[in-house]
T-cell receptor, first 112, second 113 residues
Framework: RKEVEQDPGPFNVPEGATVAFNCTYS??????FFWYRQDCRKEPKLLMS???SGNEDGRFTAQLNRASQYISLLIRDSKLSDSATYLC?????????????FGAGTRLFVKA | DVKVTQSSRYLVKRTGEKVFLECVQD?????MFWYRQDPGLGLRLIYF???????EKGDIPEGYSVSREKKERFSLILESASTNQTSMYLC????????????FGPGTRLTVT
């Protein structure tokens, strides 16, 4: 079993749609969680951190479920510019960020 | 504006050649990382460094070595390039405190023929 698993997609949605991605992780001692975004032929960039209480940044909402060991990303009112690959990222334990594990990513295509 | 730069965007080398990939960051970060990214496999950690002259193996270090002589520079070396090392190589840096956000360079697409 992979340490961090994501549905690879692709998700094809029309503009304005709401889309949700899930990600599961295997290490129950994992401490910090993130979503990164990677545009085609570009480097990954941090989209948002994921907090235990859930957090929202504009149209993006991230949630963490420690009991079931998954995190989610919800995108509301999708824009064409949201088309990208979304990477689920987990830091297992108190390792000073050294053992960050990246999921393989979920591809999103938003169509006009 | 934070910046991580890599020496080349595209590189083509022959099997058996020694290959150097350079990475420089201007954020005074202690941590630096080398990943390779392949379709369906995501980012896999090759090596990381938490201080000058310090290095640790990641998940796939075989066939690679690294060098960190200065805080801002982290080099990845392929001692004898092979075709299965054809990949996208990404360098990143982060601070060991705070959010652990990693800042990535633009990547080097290496093709070994």
């Amino acid at each position: 079993r992979k340490e961090v698993e994501q549905d690879p997609g692709p998700f094809n949605v029309p503009e304005g749609a709401t889309v949700a991605f899930n990600c599961t992780y295997s290490n129950s001692a994992s401490q910090s969680f993130f979503w990164y975004r990677q545009d085609c032929r570009k480097e990954p960039k941090l989209l948002m951190s994921v907090y235990s209480s859930g957090n929202e940044d504009g149209r993006f909402t991230a949630q963490l479920n420690r009991a079931s060991q998954y995190i989610s990303l919800l995108i509301r009112d999708s824009k064409l510019s949201d088309s990208a690959t979304y990477l689920c990222v987990v830091n297992p334990g108190n390792t000073g960020g050294f053992k960050t594990i990246f999921g393989a990513g979920t591809r999103l295509f938003v169509k006009a | 504006d934070v910046k991580v730069t890599q020496s080349s965007r595209y590189l083509v080398k022959r099997t058996g050649e020694k290959v150097f990939l350079e990475c420089v960051q201007d954020m005074d970060h202690e941590n630096m990382f080398w990943y390779r990214q392949d379709p369906g496999l995501g980012l896999r950690l090759i090596y990381f460094s938490y201080d000058v002259k310090m290095k640790e193996k990641g998940d796939i270090p075989e066939g690679y070595s690294v060098s960190r002589e200065k805080k801002e520079r982290f080099s990845l070396i392929l001692e004898s390039a092979s075709t299965n090392q054809t990949s996208m190589y990404l360098c990143a840096s982060s601070s060991p405190t705070g959010s652990y956000e990693q800042y990535f360079g633009p990547g080097t697409r290496l093709t070994v023929t």
